[in-house]
Structures are given as C-alpha cells and as structure tokens.
C-alpha cells in the first residue's frame, strides 16, 4: 500500500490532482489505514495511470466519470466503452493532422527563410512591399 505522496511520485500526478480526483470519486476502493489517510493499492495505481491517460486523451472529469461507471458495471459495457474510446481515438487523430499541417509550415517556412539567408532564393512577404533599392 502506498501513501498519497508515494503515489503521485509513483503516477507522476501533483498531490493537489490526485486529492482532487479522490474526492471527486475518479478512484474508487481507496482504502484508508488506521489515521484515516488514504493508501493505495497496485491496482488503484494502474487505474490512475489509466485517468492520467484519458485526461490526456481529451475527456472531461464528467467523461471519466461515466467510463469509470461503466467499468464499475463490469464486462458487460464493453462496448460501450470502445464506442467512447473510438471517439476520443477519431478526435486525437484529428488533432494530430491539424498539428501534422503546422509542423509541415514551420518546416517550410524555416527552409524558406535558410534558402534567404543563404542567398539562394529572394525575400518576399506577404504582409510588406519589399524595396528593391534597400
């Protein structure tokens, strides 16, 4: 059993979250020892691993908490769970096109600016009239 510290430096999660989460009912099963201070489990560590990666995946705390109702349900939503990681899984492939697109610009756009500097292509801009006489 793990103490709240030890867990967030085992998640890597500031104490202010993990709290959070507890109190919001994210971790269920959290045992208390005899203080009354929570102590986690290897299994509550796995399930905070599994939160940390949905909230990097775009859910909401309502979200979490509807898959983590219907995980609690057991084996039974199942599919109702991979229709709500499909749609998380569509929405990060989206997102990681559009980043995809703005990589590819700054990539250009930094070529553009070498091949400036290097005399090999001549300055334009867009938003300036270039003087040629400058």
Known sequence: ????????EKVGMP???LKYYCNEGLIPNVKRNKNNYR???D????WIN???CLKN???SIAEMKEYLDLCLKGQSTIPQRQ???AIKKQELIKKQQELQK???YIDWKQGFYNDVLSGKTKYISNLVDIDEDI
């Open 1 to 8: 059993m793990y103490s709240m510290k030890e867990t967030c």
């Open 50 to 52: 599994s939160l940390s």
């Open 57 to 59: 995946c775009g859910m």
């Open 39 to 41: 102590v986690f489990s």
């Open 83 to 85: 229709e709500i990681l």
């Open 43 to 46: 299994n509550n560590i796995a």
């Open 102 to 104: 703005s990589i590819d």
């Open 15 to 17: 104490y202010e979250t």
